[in-house]
């Protein structure tokens, strides 16, 4: 408990919770004051807005729809759960009338539900962050070492690095049609697309920030380095990637906010299951409920992007030696 | 015809640096002779270049002209055989006290020590400057003076041959420096450790020193006079306050620098400042800055 306070940034309330209590109460209040006032403003817009699948869903219609999802999700399992039962029952007949049959054991195909789609999106997100993050690391460190190298690949950075994912997307999708070719694929090809392309927007601030914080490491320490004689390795170890670690984090936490605002796009339009998916399914179904569920998944993105950067965040306070600087 | 080598020689040492202006001249036939086991001092204004005497020794800089020698051998390199104790400590943030003592006596003993000896020796030598109560503490959590102590430690636990210390007590408050000084008194006693300092402070040089090297202002600074301090050890410095012959030692650093050499006022970036710098000049006093800022 006291870590998931920590990292909502109300550890101080935590350590004295008596004389804070009126801080505690501002500093939730006014907050809560923000929330409310933007429901309201929401409600009153929304019932302004006519679409062609009927008013604008507000605050209430959207949580209605929430709970559908949730009815949906439960209803999906049970029929999942039914499904197997049903298996199992016709191969224990086929068994019984004859020993030797091969049985049949075939996986519940039923359509994913909004739960689903969320465990889906957020293995790619994580794959193609580890993914970014193995690459740009290890290059971020050997630029940072070698100002000959950084020359050499700066240009080539600054002209990927603002490349949106929309336009990655088409070349990725024909070079894994083309390249993965596999009878038994182990992935979908729809995902290995959109991981790839997640990976290809988010490593340039990891890869940069390395970089940075690799090549300003402080003359001193070069100094003692050399001093003690330090060789290759050991000094990659002990003195360059420690003292790197706090810009290493910054870009980190910034690739990956990028790779789960790519992800959402990529999904979109490469038709890879996840969140992106659901939105655009919801658009091109268009029922009277549609707005109202794709804003149930605007604000779920929105959380689980603010619930991973917390996660960086904490990871971040874990690694980091100084413990003097006040991590947000 | 053969000389049995010097235990420490700097021959006429130039160091020129690149700049956009053409190469600046920062030393100019700097010519040093140091015994084994003594106490030197580097005294000298702000600029002047004591702290690239001390790196060139150390080998993190490459003299221009003239070289280094240790025992007969070109320094041409740094190595713990000569340790240096950095202004601003220098250890590693990350590491505790223990650690940071540790890493140097992997490096140095890695091979030639076992691990229970290796625990033992940084145990010792965080001991000698009383550090052995904050071991597992890291930098940020111990105060500026034990920071210091440790940076000592790390360097006397590579057993150096010459210990180069960089103005090691120029932050500290003054209560604390007094006694890191007598540690390190005894220390160099019981060790008898080649020591070079960079000092601003006239009371620490002669208190500690065998030898005060006094340097002219840059550019192209160079050897100015040489003080032998004649003084018994064990020194005492509340005796010492009233010594007729420690006030004239005092007295001459202090004509050095405040009469034959005056402060450096805008000459650094001058690009060559005649010999006007070595004439006389009475007529300027300005109270000694303590640690006023980071020599050259």
Redo the contacts between chains.
């Keep these: 408990m006291s870590n998931i306070l920590a990292t909502m940034g109300l550890s101080r309330f935590i350590e004295n919770p008596k004389t804070n209590f009126s801080q505690l109460g501002k500093s939730l209040l006014i907050p809560l004051i923000g929330l409310l006032i933007f429901l309201f403003i929401w409600e009153i817009g929304a019932k302004n807005v006519h679409t062609s699948l009927g008013t604008f869903p507000g605050p209430a219609a959207v949580y209605q729809q929430s709970l559908t999802l949730i009815e949906e999700h439960k209803a999906e399992r049970i029929k999942e759960v039914k499904f197997y039962e049903r298996q199992d029952v016709r191969n224990e007949k086929k068994l019984a009338k004859n020993p030797d049959a091969k049985i049949k054991v075939r996986p519940y195909t039923g359509k994913p539900t909004f739960f689903d789609q969320i465990i889906t999106s957020l293995i790619t997100v994580l794959a193609g962050f580890v993914i970014a993050s193995l690459i740009a690391i290890p290059a971020g460190i050997l630029i940072g070492l070698n100002s000959t190298l950084y020359s050499a690949f700066n240009p080539l950075i600054q002209l990927f690095k603002p490349v949106s994912p929309l336009a990655w997307l088409p070349l990725v999708t024909m070079i894994v049609s083309a390249v993965y070719v596999s009878k038994d694929p182990m992935f979908a090809k729809s995902f290995i697309t959109s991981l790839i392309t997640v990976s290809l927007c988010s490593l340039w601030p990891t890869l940069l920030n390395t970089a940075v914080g690799v090549s300003s490491i402080?003359k001193?320490?070069q100094?003692?380095s050399?001093?003690?004689?330090?060789n290759w390795f050991?000094h990659i170890v002990?003195?360059v990637l420690?003292?790197a670690i706090p810009m290493m984090f910054t870009g980190l936490r910034l690739s990956l906010g990028i790779a789960w605002m790519v992800l959402i796009a990529a999904e979109m339009l490469a038709q890879n299951p996840g969140l992106g998916k659901f939105v655009w399914d919801e658009f091109q179904n268009g029922s009277s409920n549609s707005l109202g569920r794709i804003m149930v998944a605007v604000l779920v993105i929105g959380f689980i992007g603010f619930l991973l950067d917390r996660c960086m965040l904490f990871l971040q306070r874990k690694m980091s030696?100084?413990?003097?600087v006040v991590l947000r | 015809m053969s000389q049995p080598p010097q235990h420490l020689e700097l021959t006429k040492v130039d160091i020129d640096f690149p700049t956009p202006n053409g190469p600046f001249k920062a030393l100019q036939d700097i010519n040093l002779t140091i015994n084994k086991g003594e106490f030197v001092s580097l005294i000298g204004h702000s600029g002047c270049g004591k702290s690239t005497v001390l790196n060139i020794v150390?080998?993190?800089y490459q003299a221009t002209n003239g070289g280094c020698l240790l025992d007969g051998k070109e320094v041409n390199?740094?190595?713990?055989e000569?340790?240096?104790v950095?202004q601003?400590h220098?250890l590693?943030?990350?590491l505790t006290a223990y650690e940071n003592v540790e890493?140097?006596v992997k490096?140095?003993f890695g091979k030639s020590k076992s691990k229970a000896e290796m625990r033992e020796w940084i145990e010792h030598n965080l001991s000698l400057v009383h550090m052995d109560h904050a071991m597992d503490k890291?930098p940020?959590e111990i105060s500026g003076g034990m920071k210091q102590r440790v940076g000592i430690a790390r360097a006397l636990a590579?057993e150096p041959t010459v210990m180069l210390m960089d103005e090691p007590f120029g932050a500290l408050d003054a209560l604390t420096r007094a006694h890191l000084q007598d540690s390190l008194m005894e220390i160099q006693k019981d060790l008898n450790n080649t020591v070079i300092m960079i000092t601003h402070d006239v009371d620490e040089a002669v208190l500690l020193s065998d030898r005060i090297v006094m340097m002219t202002n840059g550019p192209a600074a160079t050897v100015g006079e040489i003080l032998h301090i004649d003084l018994p050890r064990p020194r005492d410095r509340i005796a010492l306050a009233d010594d007729p012959q420690y006030n004239h030692y005092r007295h001459e650093v202090l004509t050095f620098l405040y009469e034959k050499q005056r402060t450096p006022d805008s000459g650094l970036s001058s690009k060559k400042k005649d010999e006007a710098t070595l004439k006389v000049a009475t007529d300027e006093h300005k109270p000694k800055a303590k640690g006023e800022d980071k020599a050259a």
Excluded: C, E, H, Y
């Design positions: 402080s001193d320490l100094n003692v050399q001093v003690l004689r330090l050991t002990k003195i420690p003292s030696w100084d413990k003097t | 150390a080998g993190l390199a740094p190595g713990p000569r340790a240096v950095f601003n220098s590693l943030p990350w890493l140097a490096q140095v890291r940020d590579m």
